[in-house]
C-alpha cells in the first residue's frame, strides 16, 4: 500500500503569512492563515516594510499550528513547499528563509513553488483537473491566461499589457474612498446598484487574448473628476456597477473564445479576484451554454493561503523537482513548465 504523501507549505508573498499541510495533493489537513488587512487598511494598500515585520512575528507561529492542527511531527512531513516568488522580495524572504531553516532542521527537500502556480493548484484542492484546461488568474498583480496540457504544464495565451484587474479595482476604490481592500466593497456596492455608468470595454486586438484595464481605470476617475468639476453628484454604486460589468464582460468574453480555440476539457479560475461573485456567476452561466466544465475554488482558497502552495509542491515532488538551500526571493519570477 502506497505510503501517504504530506506536504507543508509555506506563503508570504504579499501580506498573508500562511502555513499549510496536504494530504496527496489534494487534502487539506490543517490551514493556518494569519492576515494583516487590518494593519493594512490604515495605509490604503500594502506597505511592504510593515507587511515583512509582520511576518517575522507570525511566521513560527502558523508553521507550528499547522503541525498542531494536522497531529503530524515533522518526521511525517516529506518536504517543504515554499513560494519562491513572484511576490514583495522582502515579503518572500522571510517565509523562504524559515521554509530553508525548517527543511534544513528535519532533513526534508525543499520545493520553491510560483506563487501563479500555487493559485491554479489551489483547484486541484476542490476537483480533479483534466486537461487541456484553460486557466483564468486574476489578481492583485496578474491577469493571465494560461493553457495547460498536463500538469506542471504553463502556456501563456494572455495577459495583462498595464494594471492587472485586481489592481484596477483597488485604485478605482480608493478614487470612490472606500476601504481597502477595494475589490469586496465594489462587488458589494455593484450588487446594490439600481442602474450603472457606461464604461468602456478594451478588446485590443481581434486576435488577441491579452487585457488592458488602465484604459477603464482612467475612464472611471476623469468621469469622478469631470463631474464633480461640474457640480454633479457622484454615485458610488452606479461607477462601481459599471466599472464591474466592464472588467467581467471582457474577461469572461475573451476566456469564453480561448476555451472555445483551445478545445479545452475544462475552465477553472483562480486568484484573489476570482472571490468576486459577479465574475463567479458571469463565467458560470458562459461554460454552461457552452457545456464545458468550470470550476473555481471556494473564496478561502481564492485569496492567499498555503495549502495551494502545497497542492503545487506536491505536483513538483511527484516529477522530482527540487530546490536546494541557496534558494532566495524572486519578486520577479517567470511561470515555466516542471513537466517531465
Known sequence: MKKDQYIIGIETS??????????????????VVASQIESQKRFGGVVPEIASRHHVEQITIVIEEALQQAKLQPSDLDAVAVTEGPGLVGALLIGINAAKAFAFAHQLPIIGVHHIAGHIYANQLVQRMEFPLLALIVSGGHTELVLMKEHGSFEL??????????????????????????GPEIDRLAAESDDEIEFPRAWLEPDSYDFSFSGLKSAVINYKHNLEQRGGTVNPAHMAAGFQNSVVDVLTTKTKKAAEQYEVKQVIAAGGVAANKQLRTSLTEAFSELNIPFYVPPIY????????????GASM????????????????????????
Open 14 to 31: 504579499c501580506d498573508e503569512t500562511a502555513a499549510s499541510i496536504v494530504k496527496n495533493g489534494t487534502e487539506i489537513v490543517s490551514n
Open 157 to 182: 495565451i494572455g495577459e495583462t499589457r498595464d494594471d492587472a484587474a485586481g489592481e484596477a479595482y483597488d485604485k478605482v476604490a480608493r478614487v470612490l474612498n472606500l476601504p481597502y481592500p477595494g
Open 301 to 312: 482558497l481564492c485569496t492567499d493561503n498555503a495549502a495551494m502552495i502545497a497542492a503545487a
Open 317 to 340: 515532488y511527484e516529477n522530482g523537482v527540487r530546490s536546494d538551500l541557496s534558494m532566495n526571493g524572486r519578486p520577479g519570477m517567470e511561470l515555466v513548465s516542471w513537466s517531465k
